[in-house]
């Protein structure tokens, strides 16, 4: 069935206009003013034919695709699952995905990269890929991955998750050199962290208090790391991309000035760098603990300035990272770092623009467009013609407080809960299909299949 959505803000592309959207099967098939009476007779009749959704005083978006989760499957599904951690994601506007290979198997082989597609191919409502995982002894696995069905290798320049830290320098330069395909890195100096982290337990003992994590994952741990990673690519040649940077020193690595289709070395910020501070480690405690580190006001105020045009920051993602409600109650030394996002990141931008220190096309810009654009994915990112017909519809003015009972992350909580939106997200559509009508998800009728694709890439 075709579907007319009609009246609606479109906001894409650094336009905020009124207009309609027509669906044709899994594509857009048009974008523009009064469908219904359109020049082409084949448009005008198929919009007078489709079924109507009447989006009047709603903002209609291109879906965001989020190049950093980790849905935690396989191995750990006590925390999260891709059918879970999906369903999550479509609630808050986040159509496609790319995860990451810390599970349980890691993903440092082919086969295990599969077994990852294909369960999602079975749960996901979401389009879906997922990172073939780097170690210091599987540079033959690496090199088999095909860069147009996979998003790219992820390298652990910093043990955030144990043995897939890659330290030998040898392995590191032969990565960097014979990949072919995007490199993503975790860069944090182990060395740093290691020296830090001893000072703070000479000082406290057990019970290091939470507000060091960022003194121990420290910015200069951050810097030391990606300047390495930078002047590794720069020297080989390498397509690198930078994730969840943290720090305003970090910034001065990255050039905004290029146009992104030209540049070799990319960057990322995700949601809990741009919103929390390490004011906040008083009051959420291990809740916002994330390596690396949310770190102080005046880097924060950094990252947000690098996100306007010509800003240092390429694309915006969540680091989707659930862990349970016990896990996280834990101790500094024990509580793990990261935590669920997917559900709140966009309503989390749109409160962004209400401070002033986003603009409402920022959103589409940088968690849409160019994340499109940066992984060269085919046919998503963008509400145009031919365009698989992924988008969020989302209502401005519905203010709303996040409390556990809506959370549909396995974990049962968010670093948000009480927090207040001005933005409500009340409809999510993946390839063409409905999977958030605003209240639930939309599952599939009479054992259909899920909406849910793998995603390619044009390289």
Not at 290 to 296: E, L, S
Not at 390 to 411: M, Q, R, Y
Request: proline residues 5%; hydrophobic residues 40%.
């Amino acid at each position: 069935m075709n579907h007319l959505f009609t009246g609606a803000t479109l906001v894409h592309e650094g336009r905020i206009e009124t207009g309609d959207l027509l669906t044709d099967g899994d594509r857009i098939k048009a974008v523009g003013k009064d469908l219904t009476q359109h020049s082409d007779p084949a448009i005008a009749t198929a919009a007078r034919q489709a079924k109507v959704h009447d989006c009047t005083g709603l903002h209609l978006l291109p879906g965001l695709i989020d190049d950093q989760v980790h849905f935690r499957e396989p191995g750990l599904t006590h925390k999260a699952e891709i059918a879970t951690e999906s369903r999550a994601a479509v609630a808050g506007g986040i159509t496609s995905f790319m995860e990451m290979p810390n599970t349980v198997p890691q993903s440092l082989n082919q086969a295990l990269l599969q077994e990852k597609y294909d369960r999602a191919a079975e749960v996901s409502p979401a389009n879906y890929s997922f990172f073939m995982g780097a170690s210091n002894g599987n540079l033959e696995q690496v090199l088999l991955t095909d860069p147009q069905s996979v998003c790219g290798v992820k390298v652990f320049m910093g043990s955030s998750t144990g043995d897939m830290l890659v330290d030998d320098a040898a392995v590191l330069e032969g990565i960097f050199k014979e990949c072919p395909m995007l490199i993503a890195t975790h860069c944090e100096d182990e060395a740093t962290i290691r020296a830090n982290a001893a000072a703070a337990r000479a000082q406290f003992g057990d019970e290091v208090p939470i507000a060091q994590h960022p003194l121990i994952r420290s910015a200069e741990a951050c810097y030391r790391s990606s300047s390495r990673a930078v002047e590794l690519a720069a020297r080989t040649g390498a397509r690198l991309h930078v994730l969840h940077i943290s720090t305003a020193k970090e910034l001065g690595l990255f050039d905004g000035s290029i146009p992104l289709s030209e540049k070799r070395i990319t960057a990322e910020a995700c949601t809990h760098h741009l919103w929390f501070s390490d004011a906040d480690y008083a009051e959420r405690g291990t809740r916002i603990k994330w390596n690396p580190a949310v770190k102080t006001a005046e880097d924060r105020a950094a990252l947000r300035a690098a996100l306007k045009p010509g800003g240092a920051i390429d694309v915006l993602a969540t680091d989707h990272a659930p862990h349970t409600k016990a896990e996280k109650a834990n101790g500094y030394w024990t509580a793990p770092s990261g935590g669920p996002l997917v559900q709140h990141a966009l309503v989390a931008l749109y409160e962004g623009v209400a401070q002033g220190w986003l603009q409402l096309t920022d959103i589409p810009r940088l968690a849409s467009h160019r994340v499109a654009e940066l992984f060269d994915i085919e046919g998503r990112g963008y509400l145009r013609p031919g365009y698989f017909a992924d988008f969020v519809l989302v209502n401005p003015h519905a203010p709303w407080t996040v409390t556990e009972e809506g959370i549909l992350s396995k974990c049962g909580w968010s670093p948000f809960t009480g927090d207040r939106f001005s933005a409500r997200v009340v409809g999510t559509w993946v390839n063409g299909t409905e999977v958030w009508d605003g209240e639930r998800v939309v599952e599939p009728s009479n054992g259909g299949a899920h909406a849910g694709r793998r995603m390619t890439f044009d390289r």
